[in-house]
Nanobody, 113 residues
Framework: QVQLVESGGGLVQPGGSLRLSCAAS????????LGWVRQTPGKGFEWISD????????YYADSVKGRFTISRDTAKNILYLQMNSLRSEDTAVYYC??????WGQGTQVTVSS
C-alpha cells in the first residue's frame, strides 16, 4: 500500500534552514507527481510545492518561492523540501502528499527565536 513518512521537522530560529524528507513506498515513485502541503491553526491547509512525474517541472506557492526547493532522490524513494530563510509564518505541520488522495502523518516545523 502507499506509504508516505515525513521527517526532519523541528525548532529553528528565523532565518535558519531545515530539510524535510518524505520516505515513499507502495507506488511508482519516479512516475508519480508529489507535493508538500502545510497546515497552520489559523490559516488551515496551504499548498506549498509540487514536483511532476519524471521531475519535468516544479511549482511553488508565492509565499515560499525563492526560499524553498522541492526535489527527489529516485534511488532512495525520498522526496525532499529544502527550506531556507525561514520565517515565523512558516510554522506549521508539513505533509507530503500525492494529490489529495494520499497524505503522510506530517512533521512539525516551528520557527521561533
Amino acid at each position: 500500500q502507499v506509504q508516505l513518512v515525513e521527517s526532519g521537522g523541528g525548532l529553528v530560529q528565523p532565518g535558519g534552514s531545515l530539510r524535510l524528507s518524505c520516505a515513499a513506498s507502495g507506488f511508482s515513485f519516479r512516475k508519480t507527481g508529489l507535493g508538500w502541503v502545510r497546515q497552520t491553526p489559523g490559516k488551515g491547509f496551504e499548498w506549498i510545492s509540487d514536483i511532476t512525474s519524471d521531475d519535468e517541472a516544479t511549482y511553488y506557492a508565492d509565499s515560499v518561492k525563492g526560499r524553498f526547493t522541492i526535489s527527489r532522490d529516485t534511488a532512495k524513494n525520498i522526496l525532499y523540501l529544502q527550506m531556507n530563510s525561514l520565517r515565523s509564518e512558516d510554522t506549521a505541520v508539513y505533509y507530503c502528499v500525492i494529490g489529495l488522495n494520499y497524505w503522510g502523518q506530517g512533521t512539525q516545523v516551528t520557527v521561533s527565536s
